[in-house]
Nanobody, 124 residues
Framework: QVELVESGGGLVQAGGSLRLSCAAS????????MGWFRQAPGKEREFVAA????????HYADSVKGRFTISRDNVKNTVYLQINSLKPEDTAVYYC?????????????????WGQGTQVTVSS
């Protein structure tokens, strides 16, 4: 049974940092694409970042480039999202997702399983 569990969210002031984690289980972690998405109230879920199984290729949304860093530890079966220089517009529920096979994409519909999300709230 595939399970993704996010953690690390919280309330932080603008300019602060957070490190989100996503612990995966129930499948071969090292052979898949991992992605982070976010959804703000009243908005559609949007792509944030993705990483290949080797960690050698990463993709970012333009809105987070230079501030967010995705990484993974295939020994711990965990993917991370380091978030720096937080802005109020980064406030959202952050989800991790896994895609079996294929290449990293920005489409939520391409991902096969999702976690339940972790709330990030940035105060101004």
């Amino acid at each position: 049974q595939v399970e993704l569990v996010e953690s690390g969210g919280g309330l932080v002031q603008a300019g602060g940092s957070l490190r989100l984690s996503c612990a995966a289980s129930g499948y071969t972690f090292s052979s898949n694409i991992m992605g982070w998405f976010r959804q703000a109230p009243g908005k559609e879920r949007e792509f944030v970042a993705a990483i290949t199984w080797s960690g050698g290729t990463t993709h970012y949304a333009d809105s987070v480039k230079g501030r967010f860093t995705i990484s993974r530890d295939n020994v711990k079966n965990t993917v991370y999202l380091q978030i720096n220089s937080l802005k109020p517009e980064d406030t959202a529920v952050y989800y991790c997702a896994v895609r079996f096979g294929g290449r990293p994409t920005k489409l939520a519909s391409d991902y096969d399983y999702w976690g339940q999300g972790t709330q990030v709230t940035v105060s101004s």
